[in-house]
């Protein structure tokens, strides 16, 4: 019987046993040790990738250090977004103020790198000492006539969705600049899309083949020209919804521009977010097209993925990812190499999210909002899990539980996206669960894994 702690008790429920609305959207119960990132990293991993803006956090250095190429993020073009830079807060700056160290660090970086664009992260301390950022920002982009955007994004604050927002506020301020640019009468804008190892570039090849014009992608493989002409785009296509579902509601707005929710993991989501933007268009070539590709694509994709079900089916896995949308593919690309999600969760589900979790797993699962390591670990074990999808601050507890691991977090280093994507994944959960390392794990072996 695994132990939650009370001010828990509403946020994890078991499928076909308990019957209550799962509680989520609030703050992480004090001492639960969340997996949850702070407002901070929330707003650093959705504006990280755009290549030619200085990305300054104001803050001490603990802070930059913690996000310091947090994502995998690549770029054609421009490296500039790989560099953290911060003004190192220090005692003298808490008690006297860090406005002046801030407007040194922001005119000595955009001297030296000429940035399109420059934003600047408050974390937790600018909300304690109250530094007038904006003041700052402002005087910056007069002087050297760039925008200079703050980030109000104090760690404390909220959760990490709090981050996303305070990020779509200043992703929005480089929207509705270019009105010249030549743009697609079918074109659209990619968002919550952010080339971790390139999957930005798989995505954009589907639509190009389909006759669709990428506008602008917010925020994978970004630039600030690119974004300038984003709200001349006739649709806005949004992966992971937690993210940038408030961007596309301020750009629907202010420009008008509809949007619809895509997911590019598996091969249902991703064949979805193509016809989905193929019936937006109405257009016969580009249904004529889209059938091409998916029927090419998925055709090559099945009998690859056979061979890999071979060994996997029968086994069982847990997920535990930033946004639920991306939950759902996992599970639905799971069932592809016949295994069952037997624990699954998010950081910053919604009451909808959890309720379609729900539909779509099977009896007897454990479905988590806002987890704890003690709580993951201990259903994976109770579950008998063989597999865990999570991110960077949940491998170690895979390994201590002595089984396989796919890291589907903003770290990776290997493309999930895509039907290529798709191969990509069954090939690292085949090699981590099959590993014959797991029977040596202590954690296993008590357990009577079945590997
Ligand atoms: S903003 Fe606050 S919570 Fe986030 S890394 Fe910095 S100190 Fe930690």
């Known amino acids: 019987?695994?132990?939650?702690?009370?001010?828990?008790?509403?946020?994890?429920?078991?499928?076909?046993?308990?019957?209550?609305?799962?509680?989520?959207?609030?703050?992480?119960?004090?001492?639960?040790?969340?997996?949850?990132?702070?407002?901070?990293?929330?707003?650093?991993?959705?504006?990280?990738?755009?290549?030619?803006?200085?990305?300054?956090?104001?803050?001490?250095?603990?802070?930059?250090?913690?996000?310091?190429?947090?994502?995998?993020?690549?770029?054609?073009?421009?490296?500039?977004?790989?560099?953290?830079?911060?003004?190192?807060?220090?005692?003298?700056?808490?008690?006297?103020?860090?406005?002046?160290?801030?407007?040194?660090?922001?005119?000595?970086?955009?001297?030296?790198?000429?940035?399109?664009?420059?934003?600047?992260?408050?974390?937790?301390?600018?909300?304690?000492?109250?530094?007038?950022?904006?003041?700052?920002?402002?005087?910056?982009?007069?002087?050297?006539?760039?925008?200079?955007?703050?980030?109000?994004?104090?760690?404390?604050?909220?959760?990490?969705?709090?981050?996303?927002?305070?990020?779509?506020?200043?992703?929005?301020?480089?929207?509705?600049?270019?009105?010249?640019?030549?743009?697609?009468?079918?074109g659209i804008n990619i968002l919550g899309e952010f080339n971790l190892a390139g999957e930005t570039w798989i995505i954009k090849d589907y639509y190009r083949r389909m006759g669709v014009e990428i506008v602008s992608c917010l925020t994978g493989d970004g630039r600030v020209a690119e974004m300038g002409r984003a709200h001349r785009a006739r649709l806005n296509v949004v992966q992971c919804s937690g993210s940038m579902t408030y961007l596309a509601k301020m750009m629907k707005e202010k420009y008008g521009i509809p949007f619809i929710r895509a997911s590019y993991f598996g091969i249902e989501d991703m064949t979805r977010a193509l016809y989905d933007v193929a019936d937006f268009f109405g257009d016969a070539a580009i249904h004529e097209n889209t059938r091409n590709l998916v029927s090419e694509e998925v055709s090559a994709l099945l009998p690859a993925l056979a061979e890999y079900r071979k060994e996997l089916e029968g086994k069982k896995a847990a997920v535990y990812v930033g946004g639920s949308f991306k939950a759902f593919s996992m599970v639905k690309a799971l069932r592809h190499l016949g295994m069952e999600t037997v624990v699954v969760g998010s950081q910053t589900g919604s009451p909808e999210d959890y309720e379609y979790l729900k539909e779509i797993t099977g009896e007897g699962t454990i479905i988590l909002d806002d987890t704890n390591p003690l709580e993951l670990s201990s259903f994976i074990l109770e579950k008998g899990a063989d597999l865990l999808i999570g991110g960077v601050k949940e491998r170690p507890i895979a390994y201590k539980m002595g089984i396989g691991f796919c890291d589907h977090n903003h770290e990776r280093k290997e493309a999930l996206a895509g039907y290529a994507g798709m191969l990509n994944f069954a090939k690292e959960v085949h090699a981590s669960v099959t590993s014959p390392v797991w029977k040596y794990a202590p954690a296993r072996r008590g357990a009577g894994g079945s590997v």
């Open 1 to 186: 019987m695994v132990e939650v702690l009370s001010a828990r008790k509403k946020q994890v429920l078991e499928k076909g046993k308990d019957s209550f609305m799962l509680e989520c959207e609030k703050p992480s119960a004090a001492g639960s040790v969340s997996q949850r990132a702070c407002v901070f990293c929330g707003s650093r991993v959705v504006l990280y990738p755009i290549a030619d803006a200085l990305h300054l956090i104001h803050g001490p250095i603990g802070c930059a250090a913690y996000t310091w190429e947090l994502r995998g993020s690549l770029s054609s073009g421009p490296e500039l977004h790989r560099l953290s830079f911060s003004t190192d807060l220090r005692e003298h700056e808490v008690i006297y103020g860090g406005e002046k160290k801030l407007y040194a660090a922001l005119t000595e970086l955009i001297v030296e790198y000429r940035p399109k664009a420059a934003f600047v992260y408050c974390t937790c301390i600018i909300g304690l000492i109250g530094d007038d950022v904006e003041a700052v920002c402002a005087r910056v982009e007069r002087e050297r006539g760039i925008e200079v955007i703050p980030v109000h994004s104090e760690g404390f604050k909220g959760t990490k969705k709090d981050g996303y927002r305070a990020a779509c506020e200043a992703a929005f301020r480089l929207t509705g600049k270019d009105n010249d640019a030549p743009v697609s009468h079918a």
